[in-house]
């Protein structure tokens, strides 16, 4: 078994390589603050994974042939916190780099540990990580800037319920700014994303089609849906239209309380949304 001592060592060694004097007083700032721990003690949130830029296949194998040459240079950033009575190590930062250590049956990993008041705070944190990553597409850095804007607006809404104000906000501007991208090509993403086309959304977050040809092609299959014949609308709605007014006299005749009525409503209001 490998000496943890000894392993230390040869990676601190590895840091001081090539570097400046202002750029070994940082490393040795972050290097007091990792450990290594073996890949098996850390615990992944899938929820938390699925907000990382998945590799293609070219990338995937490239990685895989580094770390089997070099091993894992970068640690891998957790946070530690309870969930339910136990208390685990959570990846927040270095999924790829822990999946390839495992395959590989690596012994020890540079980990460092980060510190988050939330889980919310924890998805900010990863998504501006990912911002910073280099070679994103405009479609990825809008997709996480949709996601980021998002867990903002939500942690705002807390502040507010501790008595912290905080200014409406253009969500469509902010990912502008954030991802160095047009209004204009945010707003065509999010129609993109909020289409329920997965396969046109993967397509363009691929790079197989452009954002504007990814909502042009939208737009014209929402225009030919327009012109199609609305009889068979009328029929969609004729039914639940006559159950609502079958319901409203029951609950004139107070046969239905508030509530069941009310969810009668609802279900109508859903069908038309």
């Known amino acids: ?17 090539h570097s400046t004097d202002f750029q070994q007083a940082a490393q040795a700032e972050e290097q007091r603050q990792i ?37 894992v240079r970068e640690p891998i950033l957790y946070w530690r916190h309870s969930v339910g009575h136990s208390v685990v190590e959570t990846v927040v930062d ?27 705070e924890v998805r900010i944190w990863m998504l501006k990580n990912q911002l910073g990553r280099r070679n994103l597409s405009d479609a990825e850095k809008i997709s996480i800037g949709l996601q980021l804007t998002a867990y903002l607006e939500e942690e705002a809404k807390r502040n507010q319920g501790h008595g912290v104000e905080s200014e409406k906000i253009d969500r469509l501007a902010q990912v502008a ?30 790079g197989e089609k452009s954002i504007h040809r990814g909502y042009e092609e939208l737009k014209s299959r ?49 069908l038309s949304d």
């Open 177 to 206: 700014e954030l991802t160095d991208t047009s209004r204009r090509n945010v707003s065509k993403m999010k129609k993109i994303a909020d289409s329920g086309d997965d396969a046109l959304k993967a397509a363009v977050m691929a």
């Open 94 to 120: 270095g999924h790829h780099r822990l999946r390839a250590a495992q395959r590989q049956r690596i012994e020890y990993v540079p980990c460092r540990e980060l510190h988050f008041a939330s889980e919310n």
């Open 222 to 270: 929402e225009q030919e849906e327009e012109k199609k014949p609305t009889a068979s609308k009328g029929k969609l709605y004729a039914e639940p239209v006559k159950k609502l007014f079958r319901k409203a006299e029951l609950w004139k005749a107070g046969k239905l309380t508030d509530d069941q009525f009310r969810d009668e409503m609802e279900k109508l209001m859903g």
């Open 1 to 17: 078994m490998l000496n943890l001592d000894k392993f230390k060592a040869k990676e601190a060694e590895k840091a001081k390589n």
């Open 35 to 71: 450990t290594f721990k073996t890949p098996a003690g850390f615990h992944v949130d899938p929820a938390l994974e699925a907000l990382i830029r998945k590799q293609t296949e070219q990338e995937a194998a490239e990685f895989e042939e580094s770390v089997q040459k070099e091993g």
